[in-house]
């Protein structure tokens, strides 16, 4: 009996350290931090840093050097820069009209008005503007402030925008949103990354026409909030490519049959042991 106890534990402990490896099989290898809870984006929330969009103290501007625009916002507290993005950007809003997809593009110009704020150390946000369209980012730093992320994205579209046309709006701007977290940087670096694509979606509480959606496409983006040291960007923490995540089909589909080809074994010795068991105590009662 001892013998088949041991065996017994045996077994159970080889079918626990299976499952444990299926578990640990689920975790990406660049996973940095637990997803933050995400809590609704309100323009109401959020409190202009100047007051006005046209400041002197926030600026756009293109880049001699790569040709793409240059948002910086600058703390009308210290008068240094604390919001810093560079990048050839596009955004794309898809809606319905007469029952056809129609699209409106709208390249962000290098003169737009920028405005934000930087008094929270742990939240802050960059808002551009130019013509019919308004764009905010809303940045946050990971729970024990190792890492910055972009927390959500709004884009306001209005009304009258001539490509609409007919569409009903009922006069009141479109808002699309963005609403994950994105690019977990660590705090002190920019991020770096040649594209980045990035759905947006309305909300239903808005009350929206209907088939209304979006995309914001940064090209050549370099972005720093959360800045303290200087005026320009710090080492920058490059994206990485998709081939970059861990494919987790193959373990998963290994550990799942290990557990099985187990389960399978131990049953069978379950019923084997029954059957022995049995034809002894018969044989001993003959």
């Known amino acids: 009996m ?4 041991m065996a017994v534990y045996l077994i159970s402990l080889l079918i626990y350290a299976t499952i444990l490896s299926m578990v640990s099989a689920l975790t990406l290898s660049n996973q ?5 809870r995400y809590t609704k984006f309100s323009s109401s929330t959020t409190e202009s840093g100047s007051g006005s969009l046209v400041t002197p103290s926030s600026t756009a501007s293109k880049d001699k050097e790569t040709g793409v ?3 910086r916002y600058i703390n009308s507290n ?7 993005m560079k ?3 596009v955004v794309e809003v898809k809606f319905l009209l007469h029952d056809l997809e129609e699209q409106a593009d709208s390249f962000i110009p290098d003169k737009a008005l920028v405005d934000g704020n930087c008094k929270n150390e742990d939240f802050s946000f960059m808002s551009i503007s130019w013509k019919d369209y308004t764009l905010v980012l809303n940045f946050a730093k990971t729970p024990g402030g190792e890492r910055w992320y972009i927390k959500n994205i709004e884009l306001t579209v209005s009304p009258d925008l001539k490509e609409f046309g007919s ?3 009922h006069g009141k701007p479109i808002k699309l949103y963005h609403k994950e977290m994105l690019i977990p940087t660590p705090v002190g670096k920019s991020y770096s990354c040649q594209e980045i694509d990035i759905d947006l979606e309305t909300d239903e509480d808005d009350h929206p026409p209907p088939g209304i959606k979006g995309s914001l496409l940064l090209r050549l983006l370099q972005l720093q909030p959360f800045m303290y040291k200087g005026e320009d960007f710090e080492a920058a923490f490059e994206c990485k490519p998709q ?3 861990r ?7 290994i550990g799942s049959t290990l557990a099985i080809a187990v389960l399978m074994t131990v049953t069978g010795y379950g019923i084997f042991r029954y059957f022995k068991i049995k034809n002894v105590q018969y044989n001993t009662m003959e």
């Open 32 to 36: 940095v931090s637990p997803k933050p």
């Open 167 to 169: 569409l009903k709006t």
């Open 69 to 71: 625009a240059v948002y």
């Open 2 to 5: 001892a013998q088949q106890e």
């Open 78 to 84: 210290s008068g240094t820069t604390c919001i810093l």
């Open 243 to 245: 081939k970059a995540f």
């Open 87 to 89: 990048t050839d950007a």
């Open 247 to 253: 494919d987790e089909t193959a373990p998963i589909a």
